[in-house]
């Protein structure tokens, strides 16, 4: 079954952006109901992070976050396998002036599980030396696809399962780090912290990779555009960050998620059970 997907998802790369986006947002309403499990985490996510909105409304959000969460998938056809110069049309970048204050310095790109972070991630490593996290699949075609996409222009992807050495590693050489923090990983390395009024196991791996690097934290958050394409502003660099406490840290930088995803709610990443990992005595949500 995944080779026919994939299959598909190479023809349809040939395709006008407008036509990828909207076979890809097709796509995603017929899975809203064929991934039973994965639309219960969604509604769940929902109602807990947004309990004033009503349920139809909450609704709404659930599917129109299918449509967005497979749209960018298929759209992982052109990332994968379009020319370069194509990538760079679909992809553009506001707030360059934010990354270009830190020139010379260690950076790490916060990027926030919003549904254009491959887009971004892949048309910036065009042009800079890069590297990045990423967790294997359990779709060896899959994983294969995924690593090979993302490190077509040179990344240097390091597993979640080799730790953060590497990482600092490639932080230490020059390497723009593009970092990805905020699923929920389990209790080891994280802290609870609010996400939307909600105690969610929070990593500390971002103010902890700073902190040991040297490194200045820049936000990158992309944007899905109506009608095919990406928009991928840059941030100003954090300032004093790392506080040196790692339960401030990761407050911080749930709260700018907080902001990004009432801009654009049906983007972030609610098929992720978020909300797994709960305090002790306290009871599952899924």
Known sequence: MSRLIFALMWLAHFLPFSVVARLG?????????????????T???????FPAMGEAERERLARAHFRAFVRAFVERGVLWWAPPERIKRMV???????????????????????????????????????ATMYSRQKDPLFDRLMYQGRARFGVRLLSRQEGIRRALTAIKSGALFYYLPDLDFGPKRSVFVPFFGVPAATSVGLSYIARIAGASVVPCVTRMLPGGG????????????????DVADARRMNAFIEERVLEMPEQYHWLHKRFKTRPPGEPKFY
């Open 25 to 41: 947002s097709l796509a995603g309403a017929g899975m809203f109901w064929l991934i039973p499990e994965r639309r219960h985490v």
């Open 43 to 49: 509604r769940v996510n929902l109602a807990k992070c």
């Open 92 to 130: 553009k970048f506001e707030g360059v002036e934010h990354l270009s204050a830190v020139a010379g310095k260690r950076v790490i790109l916060f990027a926030p599980h919003f549904a254009g972070l491959d887009a971004a991630g892949i048309c910036l490593s065009q042009d800079r030396p890069m």
């Open 230 to 245: 990406y928009l991928a502003r840059f941030y100003p660099a954090w300032t004093g960050y790392p506080s040196g406490d």
